[in-house]
Nanobody
Framework: QVQPVESGGGLVQAGGSLRLSCTTS????????MGWYRQAPGKQRESVAT???????NYADSVKGRFTISRDNAKNTVYLQMNSLKPEDTAVYFC???????WGKGTLVTVSS
């Protein structure tokens, strides 16, 4: 199976913004719900946002109103726009392809206070 590839992480000050991207095989992408998850140091991995094939979205309460997930089926890419970032958003962010249960290697987001 093709592993999704994340990009876009980095260091940002509190209140700033970042956009994460994740790409995978087109044949898989068009058939699958896609999701962003994150894992902070010493904590379990948690769901951040998911988006279905039809564009229905779901968000963790902690990111509602600040993060936006979207997908571009022509580019086989799912995005996570993160605004008003907080230090507690610091984590490794992972992309998930639901239909194959496959994970990317993750991209680190660090938010400084």
């Amino acid at each position: 199976q093709v592993q999704p590839v994340e990009s876009g992480g980095g260091l940002v000050q509190a209140g700033g913004s970042l956009r994460l991207s994740c790409t995978t095989s087109g044949s898989i992408f068009r058939l699958s719900t896609m999701g962003w998850y994150r894992q902070a140091p010493g904590k379990q991995r948690e769901s951040v946002a998911t988006i279905t094939i039809g564009g229905l979205t779901n968000y963790a309460d902690s990111v509602k109103g600040r993060f936006t997930i979207s997908r571009d089926n022509a580019k086989n890419t799912v995005y996570l726009q993160m605004n008003s970032l907080k230090p507690e958003d610091t984590a490794v962010y992972f992309c998930n392809v639901a239909i194959t249960r496959s994970w990317g290697k993750g991209t680190l987001v660090t938010v400084s206070s």
